[in-house]
Structure formats: C-alpha cells, structure tokens
C-alpha cells in the first residue's frame, strides 16, 4: 500500500512538471545577447519594449516567438544645429521559439561623413559662408530607418586635411544640400543628395562609407570618391 502512495505522489509531481510532451509555448525563452562595444541593448516584441539595457550583455527570460534587438553606440537623432552622431548600430531579429536563444551582435556604421574641398581655394575652404541643411534628422530608435525631420549644419573646417567634413545620418532621398551665402544672401545651392546619388552610394547597406566632393565652382563641375567603409569599429574615449 504504501508503494502505491508513494508511486501516486511520483506520478502527480510529474504531472505539474514540465515534460518533453507538453506544450510549452507559454513558457519563456532564456536570451542571451552579447554586443560587444555596444553601450545599449534594447529589447522588442513587435511594438512592447522589453528591455532597455546600459551595457553590451543582456540575460533575460523574454516571451516565445521573434525579438527585435537594437545594440547601439551613439545617439539616433541629431538635435537642431548639430551634424550627425558618430552612431554604430544594429538591429537584428533573434528566434525565440525554444528554451534558450542565443545572438551574438556586431555594430554596423549607420553614419556617412561627407568632405567638401573646393578646388584652387586655400586649404580647400572658401570665403562663402557654408550651410548643410536636408529632411533627415536621425533614425528610428527600433527598426534603425531614416526618420524625417530637420538637418541643419555649419560644415567645419577639417583638423587635419584640407576642406570641411561633417557627419549626415542615412538618408532616403535626395533632399541633402548645401546652401553657399554672402552677406546674408545664398547665392550657390549644391544637391548633394543628387550628386550623391548619381554615384550609386547605397545608403541602405549595413555599414556606410564616406563621400568626398571636390568642388570646382567657377566650372560648376564635381568630383565625388565614395570610401568605402572597412572597419573594424574602433571608439575613442577621452577622460
């Protein structure tokens, strides 16, 4: 008798347990991310947030199915009268749908540093005054597309060779220019976005290359060299 109640209690416990048989698409799924570099891990399924982590390593229970991370290094938006941030990131979609998942992220260049030099002009820099203005002012901070909003920058001169250089987020269109003035009045407008384009920069690949522009006003002619980027990703920090 007593072999029997001990055989019932056996049996019970492994009803309430988990077992190879039973349906476990209720139960969650143990994530682990590794980012390294990155100085921010978010978590989405579909539109619900599931985390926001400072750091590069995340260990989470998260819910069965596909989750959205986005590991980042750098602001997404570029607040009003200032260029691009340096932003690494990525976004990739992580299976969730067994007991342990586990995703490894490399950071990608979501940004394109743009050099203008004109032609026969003192270290490469005119006396008209410079603005860089366009219609895309970032990128989403979950799916990592152009976001539309407000660009304006005052291209700087380049430290350490000739011209300017100024950071641009990823675009969508054509609608980057560069607006020459003097005494207040414009009197040269460069497309940018247009010359840009008509040299087949891929402002959809994974990690974006630089454009240099060398430009010969009096002939109104422009020599655009795509850079292509090769990484590694390296950070500079000062303290």
């Not at 947030?49 to 986005?70: A, E, K, Y």
């Not at 260029?83 to 995703?103: C, K, W």
């Not at 394109?112 to 008209?128: N, S, W």
């Not at 152009?146 to 987020?169: C, I, K, L, W």
Request: glycine letters at 8%; hydrophobic letters at 40%; one cysteine or more.
């Amino acid at each position: 008798m007593r072999r029997r109640i001990m055989m019932g209690i056996l049996g019970l416990v492994a009803l309430v347990s988990c077992s190879i048989k039973e349906d476990r698409s209720d139960c969650p799924c143990y994530l682990t991310v590794d980012a390294e570099r990155a100085i921010s891990v978010d978590g989405w399924f579909g539109t619900r947030s599931l985390f926001n982590v400072i750091g590069g390593f995340v260990d989470r229970q998260v819910p069965r199915g596909i989750v959205d991370i986005v590991a980042s290094h750098g602001r997404f938006s570029v607040p009003e009268g200032q260029q691009m941030d340096s932003l690494f990131a990525r976004r990739i979609p992580v299976d969730t749908d067994g007991e342990s998942a586990y995703a490894r992220v490399t950071l990608c260049k979501n940004f394109a540093t743009i050099e203008l030099d004109f032609k026969d002009e003192d270290e490469g820099r005119t006396d008209y005054d410079l603005l860089a203005t366009g219609t895309i002012s970032g990128v989403d901070a979950r799916s990592l597309n152009p976001e539309e909003g407000s660009f304006s920058f005052v291209p700087e001169p380049n430290t350490d060779g000739r011209g300017y250089a100024f950071r641009v987020p990823r675009q969508k269109d054509e609608t980057l220019k560069l607006l020459l003035s003097k005494d207040g009045n414009i009197v040269e407008t460069i497309d940018l976005g247009y010359l840009v384009a008509k040299t087949g920069f891929d402002w959809k690949a994974e990690s974006l290359g630089d454009i240099a522009i060398l430009c010969d006003l009096p002939a109104h002619t422009f020599t655009i060299t795509v850079k292509e980027w090769e990484g590694p990703v390296t950070f500079e920090i000062t303290i």
